[in-house]
């Protein structure tokens, strides 16, 4: 028997987490061997809490005209760094700021995937429920792999709901390799 393994296209989840910046790794390790198309997708963070999604901000080095944006959003969050869950406080973030955020992860992480020889990079942002777009649009583009990490952001959510990793892995028709 004479089979080969081939993989043409590679989707790789991302929300600025580090077990999503692993996955990245993963990802482009294998895109570069195999010469494969990277897809990498952010999902509307709108679970997340102000806090954390201000925390983000600040890793992903947003510029200050951005930061500067949470200021009418959550002041406590803003000038004292308080912890204020989702939806406790009137407003959350806006969707266009959440573009913003996830643009700036998904610049981060080509540039990562780039660095390590990936040569094809498109860059997807959806808002829906994360599982759902993930499946969606690896049925959509025909992906060979899906690399995610097992833990994102809403770690939390996942225990309570189960995972989007453990759905994904359960529901895709490609191979899903879940990173730790």
Do not use: C, W
């Amino acid at each position: 028997m004479n089979a080969t393994l081939e993989i043409k296209t590679i989707l790789i989840p991302v929300d600025g987490s580090g077990h999503a910046r692993k996955a990245a790794l993963v990802g482009a390790a294998i895109a570069t061997k195999f010469s494969a198309r990277v897809i990498l997708l952010h999902v509307l963070l709108r679970n997340l809490s102000l806090t954390k999604i201000y925390e983000l901000a600040q890793t992903q080095k947003m510029p200050p005209d951005v930061l500067e944006r949470f200021k009418p959003i959550a002041p406590a969050v803003y000038d004292f760094g308080l912890t204020v869950p989702a939806g406790v406080i009137g407003s959350v973030a806006s969707t266009d700021l959440l573009i913003e955020i996830g643009r700036r992860i998904l610049e981060t992480e080509k540039a990562v995937i780039k660095g390590q020889g990936v040569k094809i990079v498109d860059l997807v942002i959806e808002d829906d429920d994360a599982a759902s777009k993930i499946l969606e649009i690896a049925k959509n583009e025909k992906v060979d792999f899906v690399v995610m990490g097992r833990r994102g952001l809403g770690a939390l959510e996942g225990v309570l709901s189960g995972s989007v990793s453990t759905k994904v892995s359960h529901l895709a028709q490609a191979t899903v390799v879940s990173v730790t």
